[in-house]
């Protein structure tokens, strides 16, 4: 029988090295209205046509703000993500790459197997709080944007397995980015200027380049779950 990577066990019961999305990353929210090919006033960037409004961006921003304001190191959490608005608009940006890439393969990720990966994810991590606070540190994630993350790692997670290859492995970080490369150039990226452009071949804005392979210990310790950036 042919190999079908949407039959994969758990994903926190494989090996746990995997990409990193920080991009990973954007909240469970809609963020795009239809629009033309180009960016209009008031877009932050057009991806496939839709446009990611400033409005939402700028509300991503909030959201992780008011989450840093919340901690006892808040601020160094907010000086350590000075261009936190690039960070984001990235952050959205590559999730809509990964999802076209994984379209593209045939790829789907169930609402079940989120919150499997979720769940396991909080055990390993010492709980929810703590899970979130790692993801806030680390991939300046407020804990409303947690869920799209973990999304967009198992989209990637099984990418890997559908070109044939293993999240860690020395053919992974070249297989996924030409296909996530690929993604990007089908969705003709265009960027408002104020942010910044968007490079195609290695999936970025500017200079903020997405790190695709990292450990999930900078996340949610030894053993976590692989959401990280």
């Known amino acids: 029988m042919p190999h079908d990577p949407r039959r994969e066990a758990p994903l926190h019961r494989r090996r746990r090295t995997a ?6 990353i954007v909240a469970a929210t809609p963020l795009l209205a239809a629009c033309g090919n180009a960016a209009h006033p008031g877009a932050a960037a057009v991806v496939g ?8 961006l700028q509300a991503q921003v909030k959201e992780v703000r008011a989450a840093q304001g919340r901690q006892p190191q808040a601020a160094q959490l907010i000086g350590n993500t000075g261009q936190l608005s690039r960070i984001k608009l990235r952050d959205m940006i590559t999730v809509l790459v990964v999802e076209r890439a994984a379209a593209d393969v045939g790829v789907t990720v169930s609402r079940k197997e989120v919150q499997e990966e979720y769940r396991a994810a909080v055990a390993q991590s010492g709980g929810e709080q703590a899970f979130a606070a790692r993801l806030l540190q680390g991939n300046a994630l407020a804990p409303g944007q947690i869920e799209q993350a973990v999304r967009t790692q198992i989209l990637v997670t099984k990418l890997a397995a559908a070109l044939g290859t293993e999240l860690g492995s020395p053919q992974a970080e070249q297989k996924i980015g030409t296909a996530l490369s690929a993604a ?3 969705l003709h990226i265009s960027v408002n200027p104020r942010y910044g452009s968007w490079d ?11 790190p695709w392979v990292t450990q999930v210990s900078q996340a949610a310790g030894p053993g976590g779950a692989r959401v990280s950036g």
């Not at 046509?49 to 939402?56: A, F, K, M, P, T």
């Open 184 to 186: 990007s150039k089908e």
């Open 19 to 24: 990409l990193s999305v920080s991009a990973a």
């Open 200 to 210: 195609d071949v290695n999936v970025r804005l500017g200079d903020y380049r997405t």
């Open 49 to 56: 046509g839709d446009r990611i409004e400033v409005s939402s």
